[in-house]
């Protein structure tokens, strides 16, 4: 089960770690100056090419994705 309330939404935590540093996977980029514009410590540019199940979310502390990408 998953909640989405509105504090779920603004600090992501790492199902696996609990970590916080959690980062979004960003889809679409279609300009690498569009890509540099996002805060590195937030997002990932992951380009514009979707893989089959793309995850939002990737915890930095332990490589951890998950979550489903809402487009
Ligand atoms: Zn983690």
């Known amino acids: 089960m998953q909640t989405h309330t509105k504090e779920d939404q603004n600090v992501k935590t790492c199902p696996k770690c609990k970590s ?11 300009t690498p100056d569009e890509a540099a514009k996002l805060d590195s410590n937030k997002y990932i540019p992951m380009g514009c090419i979707m ?12 490589s951890h994705e998950w979550g489903v990408l809402i487009s």
Do not use: A, D
């Open 20 to 30: 916080k540093i959690v980062l979004e996977f960003i889809y679409g980029m279609s």
């Open 51 to 62: 893989p089959p199940n793309p995850h939002r979310w990737f915890c930095k502390k332990c």
